[in-house]
């Protein structure tokens, strides 16, 4: 008979690893990172969170790695991970990174940046990038505004998109 560690090990690192990474997810967000895995996934949560190594927040639905985080959530964050969610069945790796990338991806062999920019910070975040133009990452950058997109200055951009309020992402790009 095989133990819960040896039925679940892989899956509860691998959540504990991107509850952990990303501070705080939605409870769909968690689900949709892990596709097939939904009964796993919910049992795990279950387990983590009576074991207290996770806080649930279940009037919020999300799932923290601690009170604290859930406390203070960083959005950008949260909608940059919707936009990875969009490219799970083909991302090999993906970690959080430094401002003003939310989010370093790997897909079908290419590396990709996940840059989420404020409305009215444009030109800041413009700024901040031109220094890494020489780079082949591509860059897809998360936009409050589609009318941002002409303010923004930097190569390589993928593409541009928005997150609504329920992670649906909407792509755009510029002819």
């Known amino acids: 008979m095989k133990t819960r560690e040896q039925i679940y090990g892989n ?7 991107s509850i952990t990474m990303y501070k705080t997810l939605t409870e769909k967000q968690i689900i949709r990172l892990y596709p097939g895995k ?3 996934i919910k049992n795990l949560i279950t387990h983590l969170t009576k074991q ?3 806080y649930q927040d279940y009037k919020k639905r999300r ?5 604290e985080y859930n406390a203070k959530v960083d959005a950008g964050l949260l909608d940059a991970v919707w936009v990875l969610i969009d490219f799970i069945d083909r991302v090999e790796y993906h970690y959080v990174s430094d401002f003003p990338v939310k989010i370093v991806f790997f897909a079908d ?6 840059v989420y920019v ?3 910070q444009e030109t800041l975040i413009s700024h ?7 780079t082949e990452t591509r860059r897809i950058m998360l936009i409050d505004s589609p009318e941002q997109i002409d303010n923004i200055n930097i190569s390589n951009i993928a593409g541009f998109c928005t997150v609504n309020s329920d992670g649906a992402v909407r792509y755009y790009k510029t002819e």
């Open 38 to 40: 939904e009964t796993v």
């Open 63 to 67: 799932i923290s790695a601690s009170a």
């Open 109 to 114: 062999g290419e590396e990709y940046e996940i």
């Open 52 to 54: 207290g190594r996770i």
């Open 128 to 134: 901040v990038l031109a220094g890494k133009n020489e």
């Open 118 to 120: 404020p409305f009215e």
């Open 11 to 17: 899956e509860a690192a691998d959540l504990l690893r």
